[in-house]
């Protein structure tokens, strides 16, 4: 790992407040330690390296490619997402002036010398978004075969990378993707959709910089790491078909504008060509090449170090979590109990880490809040139900972008003392559970102060999720220390 002296760090508001007690504190220390584990400073430090000309790539799975710099008359650089800024920028300090250009969109903005950093909206696309990815096309197009394109890949890049297709127009753009955020789709499905409607989306980016090669580094935001979902792929080749595309529309209701169904029922019935897929140009050669840089892994191994030098055993669930964040929250609660309870699968103290990526599927008339915030009071409300095995078990959930949902907050940290009918809980139990069939959790988790917010972080490997447990409970199955806090 890399020196972290004069690193990036996560500033939490009111972060006292926040830290009251050991396990809130370790909580909080456990997500922010993975958010600024995987912030392009840390990550192009950690897996890129420059000897004389030659530039290394050491991917999460530990494999690693070479690429001669020597070898090129032009080093560009594209790019989107939500870390795109940042990503440039410790490209831009390792590369210096080897790089001769480039443009990339983001919603977090930073200053840097040769790549332009342009503006874009998440996480639905804008007019500013549009014109944006325009210029970064035009970067890739420019290139020519003696060329190398660094493509620069983070999560948040499908809404901010926008450029919809021949026919569909912004409205019909953001109209599909708002619909599609709310229906319960997993992410994957989401951007099936999305690159089918968009003229970079789904390997075309990297076919416009064709005849150029194509080095892409990603920072993942998606379960599994496939580069072909991350930003929607626009550098990579694509599996889905418009068929899929309009599967999805139909699984989740999805009433899209007429332009989109359109274009989807005409690519469908072979009108249109499809996104490039491996067999097709420039991916049925050597030319192209993407490799994962950081993921929700990286900022996993952060926080189980953070947890292990507390004292505290750490045990990572999954970095593949999905599913109804109300429903994922039940689970962790319940993993939780039984390790304070009976000491399986881990015993206490300990911290269980998950990350991946949770949704809400919203009704007709949703409140305020993200999933990270839904998750967070699902999870106070089961360990009030759970009576003494929920006794000093804290949470923290964020979305390590720092936006959860459409809010100003990354998410919450809460504990068993947050949800109940006794004198020193702060939310009623009723007041809980209407939030939550109301996915109104925002306001609620507000006026508890149990908000985190960190603004933005300059990175997204999507949520992030701590559960520190306290000692067993005395009198369970077997007994030990009681942890802080009684309700």
Do not use: W
């Not at 950093?117 to 020519?144: I, K, M, Q």
């Not at 229906?183 to 005849?211: F, Y």
């Not at 990286?298 to 970095?319: D, K, Q």
């Not at 039984?338 to 949770?358: F, Q």
Request: a negative charge.
């Amino acid at each position: 790992m890399a020196n972290q002296s004069d690193e990036f760090r996560v500033t939490v508001a009111d972060r006292e407040r926040h830290a009251s007690d050991p396990a809130r504190e370790l909580a909080l220390d456990c997500v922010t330690a993975g958010i600024e584990a995987a912030h392009p400073e840390r990550v192009v430090a950690d897996a890129l390296s420059l000897h004389d000309e030659t530039l290394m790539v050491t991917a999460v799975d530990d494999t690693s490619t070479t690429v001669n710099l020597d070898a090129y008359d032009r080093v560009l650089v594209v790019g989107a997402g939500n870390a795109a800024g940042h990503f440039a920028a410790a490209v831009e300090r390792l590369l210096g002036d080897r790089i001769d250009g480039g443009a990339v969109v983001t919603d977090d903005p930073v200053e840097t010398d040769r790549v332009a950093v342009l503006a874009g909206d998440h996480p639905t696309p804008s007019e500013t978004g549009v014109e944006s990815a325009r210029e970064v096309r035009e970067v890739a197009v420019d290139a020519g075969e003696d060329d190398l394109v660094i493509g620069l890949l983070t999560g948040g890049g499908s809404a901010l990378l926008a450029a919809p297709a021949a026919g569909i127009g912004l409205d019909d753009l953001r109209e599909t993707t708002e619909a599609l955020l709310a229906s319960g789709a997993t992410i994957a499905e989401i951007n099936a959709v999305r690159k089918h409607c968009s003229a970079v989306k789904g390997g075309r980016l990297a076919r416009a910089a064709a005849p150029a090669d194509v080095l892409g580094l990603a920072i993942s935001d998606v379960t599994g790491d496939d580069p072909a979902v991350i930003a929607s792929g626009p550098l990579s080749p694509d599996p889905t078909t418009y068929a899929d595309a309009l599967a999805v529309l139909d699984r989740y209701a999805v009433d899209a504008p007429a332009a989109v169904t359109d274009r989807l029922e005409r690519g469908a019935a072979g009108d249109l060509a499809e996104t490039p897929d491996p067999s097709d140009p420039p991916f049925d050669g050597d030319g192209v090449d993407v490799r994962i840089a950081a993921s929700a892994r990286t900022a996993l191994n952060a926080a189980r170090e953070v947890a292990a030098a507390r004292g505290y055993e750490p045990l990572v669930l999954s970095s593949r979590v999905r599913g109804e964040a109300r429903e994922a929250a039940k689970t962790h609660a319940a993993v939780a109990e039984e390790c304070r309870a009976a000491g399986d699968p881990v015993a206490p103290p300990a911290v269980l880490l998950s990350a991946g990526e949770v949704t809400v599927t919203l009704g007709a008339d949703p409140g305020e809040g993200g999933p990270n915030g839904e998750f967070a009071l699902s999870a106070a409300a089961e360990l009030d139900a759970s009576g003494r095995d929920g006794e000093g078990i804290a949470v923290a959930s964020v979305d390590t972008d720092g936006i959860d949902g459409a809010t100003d907050a990354a998410g919450a940290l809460i504990d068993d003392r947050l949800v109940g009918d006794g004198p020193e809980a702060t939310l009623s139990r009723d007041a809980a559970a209407a939030a939550l069939d109301e996915h109104d959790a925002y306001p609620l988790l507000d006026g508890a102060d149990a908000l985190v917010r960190t603004g933005p972080t300059g990175t997204n490997v999507n949520d992030l999720r701590a559960v520190v447990v306290g000692g067993r409970v005395a009198g369970s199955e077997a007994s030990g220390s009681r942890s802080e806090g009684t309700k």
